[in-house]
């Protein structure tokens, strides 16, 4: 089953995000199972929005994701991101995009 996966990151500027980004396209099937990607930043930090085909895959990326994250300075302590997954109902491309 699919989900969205809300993480709220203070703290972190969009400079430090760009630095892991580009690690992270390094290994791009690192992404398997990634629907749709958005960072947005706030005054507090960023705000992540994924959709992931599976819960599993989602799983899979955070394990191999926060390792790079903390050697980027990124904090190792899960309690300061907060992150919410919820069960998608449905999810479909727009028509004549990719």
């Known amino acids: ?6 993480a709220a990151l203070p703290g972190i500027s969009t400079d430090q995000y760009d630095a892991l ?11 398997e199972g990634c629907v749709s990607h958005t960072c947005v930043p706030t005054g507090e930090g960023l705000e992540v929005f994924d959709v992931w085909e ?3 895959q989602m799983n899979a990326f955070t394990e191999r994701m926060m390792p790079l994250a903390v050697e980027l300075g990124w904090p190792s302590d899960p309690e300061k991101a907060a992150v919410r997954v919820f069960p998608v109902h449905n999810y479909w ?5 990719g």
């Open 1 to 6: 089953m699919a989900v969205l996966v809300h």
């Open 54 to 56: 599976t819960e599993e």
């Open 93 to 97: 491309p727009p028509k004549g995009r």
């Open 21 to 31: 980004n580009a690690k992270l396209q390094e290994t791009p099937e690192i992404f």
